[in-house]
Structure formats: C-alpha cells, structure tokens
C-alpha cells in the first residue's frame, strides 16, 4: 500500500507538506503542489479516510436520504443514485445511503453522528415534516425534491407542473379532446409527495385552460390495479382518446391491457409517458414521453452541495424544463 512518505520521497518534500497539499490546511506554492500532485496520481495514494477526516473535521462524504417505500420505482430511484455517485467521486467524495424510513431522526442522527459532511433529501412532500429539523441542522443541505414552502433549503428536481402542462399540450395539439391522467399509488397522494401534486396542479390546469374533457386516477402498481383503473375511466368517458400516464411503474400492465381490450396504441388511444427515456424506448410501441433527468438531477444535487460546502449558503431553488419526446404512441384521434 502506497504511503504518505513514499509520495513524498516522490516528490523531494516532507511528509508534512504532502499532508498540507491534501488538507489544504497551509498555503504551498504552486510548483510544489503539482510535484506533490503528480507524485499522488502517479502512485495511485488514496489517503486514509479515517486519519483525513480526524485532521480536517471533514468526512469527504455526502449522505442521501431516500426512503425505499414500496410505492416507489426503485429503478428510477436509483439512476438518481447512480448519478449522485458519480458526481460526488469527481469530487472526491462518496456517498452514503440511508434508504430507512425514520422522518426527523435519522436526520438529526446523521448530523449528530458527523458521519457525513452534507444531506441530500429525496422523496420530499409539499408540506415536509423534515424541513424544521433541515433547517436547523449544523451542515449543508440539498433537497431534490421541492416542498410548497422551501423556507431557505436548497432544492433541485424537474419541473413536474410544466411537464403535465407539456403533455397535455401535445395531446390537445394532436386534436384530443377527452384525457385522463393515470398518476402514482394513492399512498404516494397521501403524503402529499411534492412531484405528484405538482404534476396533478400542472395537469388539471393545463386541461382547464384548454377547456378538455378530463379525469385523473391514482393507480396502484399491480396489474389488476391497473385494470380497474382502465375500466373506471373508460366507464366515466367511453369517448376518451388520450392517456398521461405518471407512474412508470404500471405502463408494462397498461400496455398489455390496452391490447387485451382490443384497443390499439395509438390508432384507439395515445399513450404519453413521464419516464426515462430507456423506458419509454423499451415497449413494442415506443412511448412518447417527458423525461425524468435523473442523472442531470443528481449531478446538479451534488454541484449544489458542493457549492454549499465551500461557503455558498444563498439557497437557490432549480426547476428543470420538461423535455418532450414524440415517439410511436401519440397520433390524432380518429374522426
């Protein structure tokens, strides 16, 4: 295992200055960093975790908060988490996961403990229990995730209202005049989940201002959820032509009971999803769709962290635009 004295034999300067390099604890000049540097990437020294964080107070970790409620895609939950990985080791730091349900504890554990030196929160609900407890913690936090009332927390996700909006544009646009909206679980709006609701605003008011034929159904992810959701829509509207669908979850089991009931996508009825793009790519039918930016969102969670951690604290709120992609499963009605 490569040593702090063999970097610095490497590089013709003492131990301790190899130290101040890492820590940035004293100011070196230039031409003895890079030595120092390039002594470090050429060996492949890692510092001792442990020995850095007690030198630094700093743990070089970042924690993530998501809860793995069975109403969640966990898929989709972890291409945020793959992302955050990545653009924390680009700055040289790791990422600890918290995937239990404890609210205002485990956060205050976290903070209590110091086994990390910022929080990443997701799965954020429009009137948050957490944000008191975030608000008072001694480190730097970033939601993704935006409550009603973010009251000075940093906070970064897609913009869910604009992406609703987005897609009943495209519907109406193709001449739909009957949609629904086929959302998350019913315990996801329960919790008032800060995306759900707002797509849900997004959405009813988008179809109001276009004065369209509306109706929107939280579904659970089983198929027969799914079935029951189809049978009361069509029921309410045999005349609908148009589906939103906002729960990646159940497009599997709606496509294939769309096809048992002989409806064709999208000569029957068009089909728009709010998925990543893979999901949308996978299906016999290629879904049109608005993207869920994961790995833009992660990265920029961690940017803003980052920021936070070298002294930034104005908090900032960064809503992504919707992107829209038409595929094979949105077309104009038949007349």
């Known amino acids: 295992m490569v040593t702090i004295n063999d970097v610095a034999n490497a590089a013709g300067v003492a131990p301790s200055t190899v130290s101040y390099v890492i820590s940035g604890k004293r100011s070196i000049s230039p031409k003895t960093r890079r030595l120092v540097e390039d002594s470090i990437r050429k060996l492949g020294y890692h510092p001792h975790a442990g020995a850095r964080a007690l030198a630094s107070s700093k743990t070089n970790v970042l924690a993530l908060v998501v809860p793995l409620r069975t109403d969640l895609n966990v898929a989709v939950v972890m291409e945020f988490v793959a992302s955050a990985v990545t653009a924390a080791r680009a700055h040289d730091h790791d990422l600890l996961l918290l995937t239990k349900d404890e609210g205002p504890a485990a956060l205050q554990r976290v903070a209590s403990s110091a086994i990390a030196d910022a929080l990443m929160v997701m799965d954020i609900e429009t009137a948050d229990p957490r944000v008191p407890m975030l608000l008072a913690l001694d480190l730097p936090v970033v939601l993704i995730g935006v409550p009603d009332h973010p009251a000075g927390l940093s906070c970064v996700d897609l913009d869910f209202t604009a992406a609703a909006s987005a897609c009943v544009a495209h519907l109406a646009e193709l001449g739909h005049r009957s949609i629904a909206l086929i959302g998350p679980s019913p315990a996801v709006y329960r919790r008032g989940t800060s995306y759900a609701t707002r ?38 509207d045999p005349g609908l032509t148009g589906l939103v669908v906002h729960n990646e979850a159940v497009l599997p089991g709606l496509l294939s009971d769309l096809r048992h009931r002989g409806l064709r996508v999208p000569e029957d009825i068009s089909v728009i999803a709010v998925c990543p793009d893979s999901m949308a790519e996978q299906h016999a039918v290629a879904l049109t769709n608005v993207a869920i930016p994961a790995e833009e969102v992660g990265t920029q969670a961690v940017e803003m962290t980052m920021r936070r951690l070298a002294g930034h604290t104005t908090p900032e709120v960064r809503l992504l635009g919707p992107r829209l992609t038409r595929r094979e499963s949105t077309a104009s009605p038949r007349a």
């Open 199 to 236: 797509f849900l605003r997004g959405f009813d008011e988008a179809t109001k201002s276009r004065d369209l034929r509306a109706a929107s159904h939280a579904c659970a992810h089983s198929y027969e959820a799914v079935s029951a959701c189809v049978d009361e829509l069509l029921a309410a």
